[in-house]
């Protein structure tokens, strides 16, 4: 077992797909995960087949699995190692495996990860000590909110985490730990969950007003606690003062959800300029409108942009109306496009969306039809695409024949989750290049990339 392939698996995502793992296993294949985990390497089948052996009570079997990948000393692994480990009751051999090497040594969630088996183990206190000098660096906030809900630690935590925010309010430049911003949000959500909301929705206030802002925007997560607690007026103000995106959603959709539809249609269309370029209250009203079943209105609004060469809303309207299950209307708002737009998008990304949304709307032979009748080299990954289209239209036999012929992983994939869903999980994993394989056609394939440059 090779630490790097296991790195390049989680980093490249290489090896068997998640989603073709989560397929095997609901049809039954957790055996075939077993034997790609032990005789492949590949990380992502013994992740399945660990899940699928610990939900079947066999907790000595998926430490087998998990034992070899833990020997390499990588994080992933040993976090799934101790879970197995503790699951199967062996609580010292789960802490023994997890504690981190020591410091300066151990990878950066070393410890959160050790924390959470200690709070498995029933040690909350501990874990809570494990993790106390490490309240700056990234990701350490966040497990120890996560992995004390529910504890009754709530106070301990408020005591660790106000001065931390304190400090942070008065000067975020001066804080010293760039990762000390998650302070504002995680005080709020400890204060939250231990039935403190008005004084969380106060603290929140405050930062927002002093646009005490980080990567994770304070803007957002206020929005989402006003939203939570039914708090409307503020939320409104929150809305239109800062102009958020997510706390104008997040007004709209509560105002939805108490059957005021007709008052959130009237704030977005008050915000909303016809004149103007697009912007979040235009997009905003648009999602409101197709919600509503109002399609036609919905494209209506920013139908204006469709063929705008750099701001058009084209490409996202199709994905939304397909995601509310209108493909057929999508299909139709790639029709009538100007001269200028298709010259300049039409074979890279508007013909391969209207053949994906044909397919969607049950028009799979009218969609390989156009296909077909277009020179071979102006439509990239043809053969893949066409037998994505036969599938759909329920000729799987020609789909997999047709795949069988095609190199890449691309094609490589698709015929394995065709073969996933005719129940032969065996051969669909075996059509997926083995790691070390990808990892050397990674290579070759950067390798050429140096020298084009």
């Known amino acids: 077992m090779n630490i790097d392939d296991l790195v390049w698996q989680k980093d490249w995502h290489g090896g068997v797909p998640p989603r073709l793992v989560e397929e095997i296993l609901e049809r039954g294949g957790l055996e075939v995960l077993v034997e790609a985990a032990r005789e492949r390497g590949d990380w992502f089948c013994a992740e399945g087949a660990v899940r699928g052996l610990c939900a079947d009570g066999e907790f000595a079997r998926a430490w087998a699995v998990v034992e070899p990948f833990t020997a390499t000393g990588w994080q992933p692994a040993i976090r799934a190692g101790a879970d197995v480990l503790l699951r199967w009751g062996r609580v010292e051999q789960a802490l023994e495996l997890a504690h981190p090497p020591g410091p300066g040594a151990e990878p950066g969630d070393a410890w959160p990860d050790y924390a959470e088996v200690l709070v498995g183990a029933g040690r909350v206190d501990e874990a809570i000590d494990a993790l106390v000098p490490y309240l700056g660096e990234r990701g350490v906030l966040q497990a120890l909110v996560r992995i004390t809900e529910g504890q009754d630690r709530d106070d301990r935590l408020l005591e660790l985490l106000t001065p931390v925010a304190e400090d942070f309010s008065r000067d975020p430049r001066q804080c010293g730990i760039g990762d000390l911003w998650y302070a504002l949000s995680a005080r709020t959500t400890v204060l939250e969950r231990s039935g403190r909301a008005d004084e969380a ?253």
């Open 201 to 453: 929705m106060s603290l929140l206030g405050a930062d927002v007003a002093a646009r005490r802002y980080g990567p994770e925007n304070t803007v957002d997560f206020h929005a989402e606690l006003l939203a939570r607690h039914g708090r409307i007026e503020p939320l409104r103000e929150l809305a239109t003062r800062t102009r958020n995106s997510k706390a104008v959603r997040a007004y709209v959709t509560t105002l939805e959800d108490l059957g005021r539809a007709a008052e959130a249609e009237a704030y977005l269309r008050g915000f909303h300029d016809p004149a103007a370029g697009p912007d979040i209250f235009m997009v905003a009203l648009q999602e409101f409108l197709i919600r509503q079943d109002r399609l036609d209105e919905a494209v209506q609004v920013v139908g204006h942009t469709f063929d705008d060469l750099y701001e058009s809303l084209l490409q996202s309207t199709m994905i939304l109306m397909a995601e509310q299950g209108h493909p057929d209307k999508a299909v139709q708002l790639t029709e009538g496009r100007s001269p200028e737009f298709l010259e300049e998008n039409e074979r890279y990304w508007l013909r391969s969306n209207r053949w994906w949304l044909m397919g969607e709307a049950g028009r799979s032979r009218e969609a390989i039809a156009e296909i077909e009748a277009l020179p071979p080299d102006e439509v990239d990954d043809r053969e893949v695409t066409i037998a994505w289209l036969l599938a759909r239209d329920d000729r799987t036999e020609e789909a997999v024949a047709l795949l069988r012929r095609c190199p890449g992983s691309q094609a490589a994939t698709d015929l394995a989750r065709l073969l996933v869903r005719q129940g032969r999980c065996a051969e669909a994993v075996a059509v997926i290049p083995d790691v070390s394989t990808q990892r050397a056609e990674n290579r070759r394939l950067l390798g050429k990339g140096k020298e084009a440059e």
